[in-house]
């Protein structure tokens, strides 16, 4: 019996970077399909969002996401470039983003194949993982070849198709409200959400009192 999850997602959060190679590990270790359904960061949804928060957040994120990955042994550096176009200083959000919104568009039509969790690790390394200019040359398409998919293809589905992607994004993040939680990531199982890196041990207790088992 194969169980069935949804895994929230933005690549933009260095969270979900942290969540996602955990998760895509349970998935091949464990009989549950975890179907990606990426969305659109806070930049894009709030982008008054960092205006607004606390000082000492920034700092705080960026001490604590680095912990995470030296606790997890996982590869971690700042992206460069951000896939979110940002004034360091002000923090104001600009309005010409042209990274994040090609970036979730082939998320999502990777998704589409069922090969989404796959790409957001891959992609999620390049970007997270302290690469530098992941945006040029072949980084990405290797990251989709690596995930069994093509890049020329994903990036033709995500010029040709975007009103409707970003419909689909957008039903993401409606359904991640629905299922009780806001940010990424957020893995919700049964109806029930699982918020944030620190809960996927938790999430897979649940699952297991629900039958899961490894795979043959």
Do not use: C
């Not at 008054?48 to 995470?68: A, G, I, K, Q, S």
């Not at 995930?147 to 033709?156: I, W, Y």
């Amino acid at each position: 019996m194969t169980l069935h999850a949804d895994l929230f997602f933005s690549f933009r959060s260095p969270y979900s970077y942290l969540a996602i190679g955990r998760y895509r590990a349970m998935a091949e270790e464990w009989g549950i399909d975890i179907a990606l359904r990426p969305v659109y960061p806070l930049a894009i949804r709030e982008p008054d969002f960092f205006e607004r928060n606390h000082p000492n957040w920034l700092r705080y994120t960026f001490t604590d996401m680095m912990r995470v990955a030296q606790y997890h042994g996982i590869a971690f550096g700042p992206p460069r470039p951000d896939p979110i176009v940002q004034n360091v200083v002000t923090r104001q959000i600009s309005e010409d983003q042209p990274y994040i919104y090609r970036l979730t568009r082939i998320g999502q039509a990777a998704a589409r194949r069922g090969k989404g969790l796959g790409f957001a690790h891959e992609a999620a390394k390049l970007i997270w993982g302290g690469a530098e200019n992941w945006h040029e040359g072949d980084h990405l398409a290797g990251a989709a070849e690596r995930a069994g998919l093509d890049l020329a293809e994903l990036d033709a589905e995500a010029l040709n198709d975007a009103e409707a992607l970003d419909a689909e994004i957008h039903a993401n993040q409606a359904a991640l409200e629905a299922g009780g939680h806001w940010g990424v990531p957020t893995l919700v199982f049964e109806s029930e959400p699982f918020f944030g890196q620190d809960r996927i041990e938790m999430a897979l207790w649940r699952m297991q009192q629900k039958g899961l088992q490894k795979r043959g």
